[in-house]
């Protein structure tokens, strides 16, 4: 099989990291791979914020659970902030998934295509690290807090600008699960018009 394509159906979600951090330069590839992504307009206003300071780390999980925690569950919620919310109220919550790096996709606030831009650049740097070997996790717990005051105050001491909005990020590390077989497609119909 091509390799480009077999390198898309043999990425995986990474929930479980060895703590190694990565080296400088499988990161910068990785960062760079995200860079090089297509943009509307190639406008190219994604911010990438790469975190691998531990206690940065540890200080927005702190929060990141600790805002979680405050929120309400009611019915029809999208299932995965359900899960997160419960899982931060029992405490212990690390939204990461204890990978030594993080990397935010930011974009300009109220710009239309910051999300789309943001996916493609997500998507870009996941296919990347696979290709490395390197397991990598799009986590949107940062996303779905863009706009509690806590996480965005943190978050802005540590490179967000004030006209900026999280679309996603990237937990990234060597990863510590078996390897698993792609997941089935069940979804994502093609119709053929021909
Ligand atoms: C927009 C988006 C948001 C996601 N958010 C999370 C997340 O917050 N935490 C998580 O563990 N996985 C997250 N995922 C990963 C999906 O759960 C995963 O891609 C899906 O279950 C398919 O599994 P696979 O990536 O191993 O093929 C997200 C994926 C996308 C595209």
């Known amino acids: 099989m091509n ?11 990474i929930r479980r990291y060895k703590p190694e951090q990565l080296s400088d330069e499988e990161l910068s590839g990785i960062l760079e791979a995200g860079q090089f992504a ?8 994604t911010h990438l914020i790469a975190i691998q300071n531990k206690d940065v780390l540890r200080d927005l999980k702190r929060l990141v659970e600790q ?22 109220k029992k405490g212990g919550y690390d939204f990461i998934y204890h990978a030594p ?8 606030t109220g710009y239309g295509n910051a999300m789309a831009d943001c996916a493609c650049v997500l998507e870009n740097m996941m296919l990347a690290a696979t290709s490395l070997r390197i397991g990598s996790c799009w986590i949107n717990q940062i996303h779905w807090l863009d706009e509690n005051p ?45």
């Open 3 to 13: 390799e480009v394509i077999a390198n898309i159906k043999n990425r995986r979600s």
């Open 38 to 45: 297509p943009s509307g307009g190639n406008n190219q206003t």
């Open 67 to 88: 805002e979680l925690s405050k929120m309400l569950i009611y019915e029809g919620m999208y299932k995965s902030l359900e899960a997160s919310i419960k899982a931060a």
């Open 101 to 108: 790096t993080l990397v935010v996709a930011a974009n300009r």
């Open 150 to 194: 806590v996480t965005r105050t943190f978050m802005r001491q540590h490179g967000l600008a004030e006209n900026e909005t999280i679309c996603g990020s990237l937990a990234l590390g060597y990863s510590a699960m078996k390897e698993q077989p792609p997941l089935k497609r069940t979804g994502n119909p093609i119709t053929y018009v021909r």
